[in-house]
């Protein structure tokens, strides 16, 4: 890596342990793509109380040639992100799908009629008309009730499936437009 790891936490005390794991998992990624510029990383514990115990969100963002490649883990559902380590081991996982599939634009080595990304909607504001998806690298996607196709927002729950495609919006990543996933409809 061009430029040393930088490790943030955020709404807890700074750990020896949690940073030397987490340079460990950033070392692994240089490893394997030796042309990181730079890795920012972020462990957060959610700063209110939680019925069940604090679920950690871990994010990483890694600086490659030709841009900025995101990932964050937001915990969700997952309550094995109880445990920090998980939670951590979860996010660099993802950001290696990332690395591996950026990897794979640059070689060329990406086929040319790709299906749309998929997702499943992650939050749902029906009275405002907009929501996010999520996907499985864990990047949450804004979308607006004009992005979805066939008048079809009013169909859609937390958790459905959808294929959409993004682009870069005045706030980061948003999905241009949005569809239903049909049950039973294999991946291309």
């Known amino acids: 890596m061009?430029?040393?790891v930088q490790v943030t936490f955020r709404y807890m005390e700074p750990s020896v342990a949690i940073e030397a794991k987490v340079r460990e998992r950033a070392d692994e990624l240089d490893r394997f793509y030796g042309r990181i510029m730079?890795?920012?990383v972020v462990v957060e514990a959610p700063h209110r109380r939680h019925h069940q115990?604090?679920?950690?969100?871990v994010r990483v963002d890694l600086?490659?040639?030709g841009g900025e490649l995101p990932v964050t883990r937001a915990p969700g559902q997952h309550h094995?992100?109880?445990d920090v380590y998980v939670a951590i081991r979860d996010s660099f996982d993802a950001a290696r799908r990332r690395l591996e599939d950026y990897a794979r634009r640059q070689r060329g080595?990406?086929?040319?009629?790709?299906?749309p990304p998929r997702g499943h909607v992650s939050q749902l504001f029906a009275d405002d008309g907009?929501?996010?998806i999520a996907t499985d690298d864990g990047t949450e996607i804004y979308f607006h009730r004009n992005s979805v196709l066939h008048d079809a927002f009013g169909r859609l729950r937390i958790g459905t499936e959808v294929e959409f495609t993004a682009e870069e919006g005045e706030k980061g990543q948003q999905a241009s437009t949005v569809r239903l996933v049909r049950k039973g409809?294999?991946?291309?």
């Open 80 to 82: 094995a992100h109880e």
């Open 130 to 132: 907009h929501g996010f």
């Open 38 to 40: 730079g890795c920012r």
């Open 109 to 115: 080595s990406v086929k040319g009629h790709l299906a």
């Open 53 to 57: 115990g604090k679920l950690y969100h």
């Open 185 to 188: 409809r294999a991946r291309a």
């Open 63 to 65: 600086t490659v040639p």
């Open 2 to 4: 061009q430029l040393p």
